[in-house]
């Protein structure tokens, strides 16, 4: 597509619930990011795919985060036992590998846990 | 650690009122420092990338500087059309880590 698509662009959910979040990328764009901003915050990093594979979750903050991208294009960013923390805005990015041009992020998921 | 700073936290300016935004940063090394504009609502947009103390890019009304342990983004004669705020973030080296480490930005207001 054009830009990055991300879906819902707003979830409500409740304490504990499990939710899932959408990115579908730039075609062609075989690096994939997944950051969390939190009010009047910058985007902090999550986790980077190079294809299907992460190739640095080091911002993931603990086990109840997941992410898949299984065959090289849409990512899913998966959270478990969600907790009132976890509300912010989860922005995808992508890029095409040339750092020279930054990535593309796309419009982001607001989620409130509720 | 690596860690980005970026001041003030919100500037209000007249419209065609020139100013600069700051952002220092303390990394091992840096491989890039990237500007970002976003605007309420959506995802940052790239602005631009300097790689090395001396460089200078421009767009528009905008220009970035960088030095080695701060960078600039002066606004000369800015429109309202560039309220917004602006995030800065470095790209390290080392770690082998691909993250950018973003400041918390500065909240511009143009006033016409």
């Known amino acids: 597509g054009a830009g990055v698509s991300q879906t819902p662009s707003n979830k409500v959910t409740e304490k504990g619930k499990y939710v899932e979040l959408r990115c579908d990328p730039i075609s062609g764009h075989t690096a994939l990011y997944w950051y969390r901003q939190s009010l009047g915050q910058g985007p902090e990093f999550l986790i980077y795919f190079q294809g299907t594979g992460a190739a640095d979750d080091s911002g993931l903050p603990n086990d109840r985060f997941f992410a898949v991208r299984p065959e090289g294009s849409v990512s899913t960013l998966k959270i478990q036992r969600t907790e009132r923390g976890d509300s912010a805005v989860y922005l995808c990015a992508s890029s095409s590998g040339a750092r020279s041009y930054g990535y593309t992020f796309g419009s982001g998921t607001r989620l409130t846990v509720v | 650690e690596d860690q980005v700073t970026q001041s003030p936290e919100a500037l209000r300016l007249q419209e065609g009122e020139s100013s600069s935004l700051n952002c220092s940063y303390t990394v091992s090394g840096l491989r890039g420092l990237f500007w970002y504009r976003q605007d309420p609502g959506k995802g940052p947009e790239f602005l631009f990338t300097l790689y090395s103390a001396g460089e200078e890019k421009e767009k528009e009304r905008l220009k970035a500087t960088l030095t080695k342990k701060e960078s600039f983004l002066h606004i000369t004669a800015p429109k309202p059309e560039d309220s917004a705020t602006y995030l800065c973030?470095?790209?390290?080296?080392?770690?082998?880590?691909?993250?950018?480490?973003f400041g918390k930005g500065t909240k511009l207001t143009v006033n016409p």
């Open positions: 973030a470095v790209y390290p080296s080392g770690g082998g880590s691909e993250k950018l480490v």
